[in-house]
């Protein structure tokens, strides 16, 4: 199963993340499939990939508990529900 989660970069005591879909058997550290985001929790500045990020939860990912509330305040999460409104 593919997730979307947080892979830790930076340096000591100056942690950065990379938001990124990963094989859920894998490391924290491991190869990932794609980079669909960055995450600053110091500066708490964060740059999304939408586009990327709705097609793997399309095609089944599963965000982890951060990802979801990084994606949540973002508002990728109304971008799916309007994209899956169908007006007749």
Do not use: W
């Not at 979307?4 to 938001?19: D, E, F, S």
């Amino acid at each position: 199963m593919v997730k979307l989660r947080l892979k830790r970069c930076g340096r000591k005591q100056r942690a950065v993340y990379r938001i990124v879909a990963i094989d859920g058997r894998s490391r924290r550290e491991g190869r990932d499939l794609r980079k669909v985001g960055f995450y600053d929790p110091i500066n708490n500045q964060t740059h999304l990939n939408v586009p990327a990020i709705l097609y793997f939860l399309a095609k089944g990912a599963q965000p982890t508990g951060t990802v979801h509330d990084i994606s949540q305040k973002a508002g990728v999460f109304t971008e799916v529900s309007l994209n899956q409104t169908k007006f007749y």
